[in-house]
């Protein structure tokens, strides 16, 4: 029952109060004067007697039944709407002893029912993460599929190339020993473009080798801060990345497992392509922490991010953002092989207000460097 049933209930209780008491006031009167009463004047008395129980019985009702009905319908709500019915104060009120039974029963329906969502959270939870690990394990399938038959056709075609680019750089070399005193200016630039195209061929060579046929690492507890640095160094000497300014955030952290040179080959190419992606100016922000057993470093810089689309094929050998002509796409390729040799991992995204972030996870080899 709501409020509005209440009210009713009462403004019928109390106007049938009224009436009793306006009938034993006049009824009062003659007893008040000691006139005699007859039977039929007695039967109006009873009456209002009886209409004063009934009133009296109505208020009771509608108090002690009233409100635990009005509780218990108010809790099915809650239940409906939540799938919880908790909070049924039947049993210690006026009355609720005789709903005190389908209030234990409503607590139980409600207790298995949350008991239950419970479990189907549980599961749908469960089930989520067992079909993200398949599609992490199926991604992981497929790319070491397609980065084995990549390094069947590299290391092939590294051979068939190496070979006659050998040939060209001894000419080039054998021509320039016998350049006369005085050569012409075009015969020198055209030497010298032949030789800048062949380094730029065998460093694809070299790089499809490394691709192809990655040394085995030798991995030792690494001093991560040691390794950014180092990798600094060698990156600020290159053009593209003189007039990038670098900060670095890095915390006392545990030293990772890693091949130093694999390392500083990964971190040297992630400065390298933020330089480029910047246009040679512009910043880098290094910073890293500790979490459960790992070593998280994140490389930010300040360029224009990497296209959503490209983002899932980032990885991939062969593929680049760059201009024709100005890179390989292998070296995330490698990176992305490196890391895994390492029981790592390397991810890519784009971060509100600046551009792309590289985060690298390492697993931790033991005490804090430095201690």
Known sequence: MRPRVHALLLLYALALASAAGVAVLALGLPLAARRPLTPAALAPLAGAVAAVVLALGFVLLSSGLGRPIERLLDAAARLGRSGRGE????????????????????????????????????????????????????????????????????????????????????????????????????????????AAAADRIDRTVRDLLDFARPAPPLLGPIDLAAAVDAALRLARVQARFKRVEVSVELPELPRVKADEHHLAQVLLNLFLNAGDAMGGA??????????????????????????????????????????????????????????ETFGGEIAARNAPGTGAVFELALRAAGPTAGA
Do not use: C
């Open 87 to 194: 909070g049924l104060p039947l049993l210690g009120e006026p009355g609720g002893l005789a709903f005190s039974r389908a209030a234990v029963a409503f607590e139980r329906l409600a207790g298995a029912l949350g008991d239950e969502r419970e479990r189907l959270a549980a599961k749908v939870e469960e089930l989520t993460a067992a079909n993200r690990a398949l599609a992490q394990t199926r991604e992981s399938l497929l790319r070491s599929e397609k980065l084995a038959t990549v390094g069947r056709l590299a290391s092939g075609l590294a051979h068939e190339v190496g070979n006659p680019l050998g040939a060209v750089a001894g000419y080039v070399e054998l021509a320039r020993a016998r350049l006369p005193p005085d050569p012409h200016p075009d015969l020198v630039d055209a030497l010298g473009r032949i």
């Open 282 to 339: 512009g910043w880098v922000r290094i910073t890293g922490r500790s979490e459960g057993g790992r070593v998280l470093l994140s490389v930010a810089d300040g360029g224009p991010g990497i296209p959503e689309a490209d983002l899932p094929r980032i990885f991939d050998p062969f593929f680049t953002t760059k201009e024709p002509g100005q890179g390989t796409g292998l070296g995330l390729a490698l990176s992305h092989r490196i890391m």
